[in-house]
């Protein structure tokens, strides 16, 4: 099994372009390594991932915004391995994201899933959400009004099982 761990807390584990491209690289390594039979994401601190560090945006958003180096969720999505999150804190916009590529969330009660694009009115770049997550209600209800969605009331989800 391998580990990863986001260990940027006093800045709430909020992404750099750096950071994107390192996790990236680590989901196409693991990926194939016959040693790592699954990957586990946590974050260090009180947040899981903040989000994109917008005091680097103008380096996270420069380029091609399809740029695969950069993109941890199309390098998760691709990874064949089970990928397991262990959300604590915040999981913001990217990290909401990056959290939703994984195979199965586990959260602590303290957990709380935003999506703020629409509260913005930014027409966010979704190309790795699923369309049946874009069916499911629960979903919808956090990335719709833009509210934070407390651990409790995800786990009225009907795709949500207590451990």
């Given amino acids: 099994m391998a580990v990863v761990t986001i260990n940027r807390p006093g800045a709430l584990n909020s992404l750099t372009r750096p950071m994107m491209v390192a996790l990236a690289d ?15 994401v946590a974050g260090h601190g009180r947040a899981f991932f903040s989000g994109i560090d917008l005091t680097a945006a103008e380096d996270v958003f420069k380029g091609d915004i399809k740029d695969l180096a950069a993109d941890p969720v199309a390098a998760m999505v691709a990874c064949r391995k089970p990928i397991v999150v262990a959300i604590a804190g915040f999981a913001v916009t990217a990290g909401f994201e990056i959290a939703l590529a994984c ?13 703020l694009y629409a509260a913005e009115a930014v027409a966010p770049h979704r190309p790795q959400l699923p369309a049946s997550l ?13 509210r934070p969605l407390r651990c409790e009331a995800a786990r009225s989800s009907p795709t949500s099982a207590p451990l």
């Fill in 134 to 146: 874009l069916a499911d209600p629960y979903a919808v209800e956090v990335v719709a009004p833009c």
């Fill in 26 to 40: 680590a989901f196409r390594r693991f990926d194939v390594v016959d040693t790592v039979a699954a990957v586990v």
């Fill in 103 to 115: 195979d199965l969330l586990v959260a602590g009660r303290d957990a709380k899933f935003a999506d």
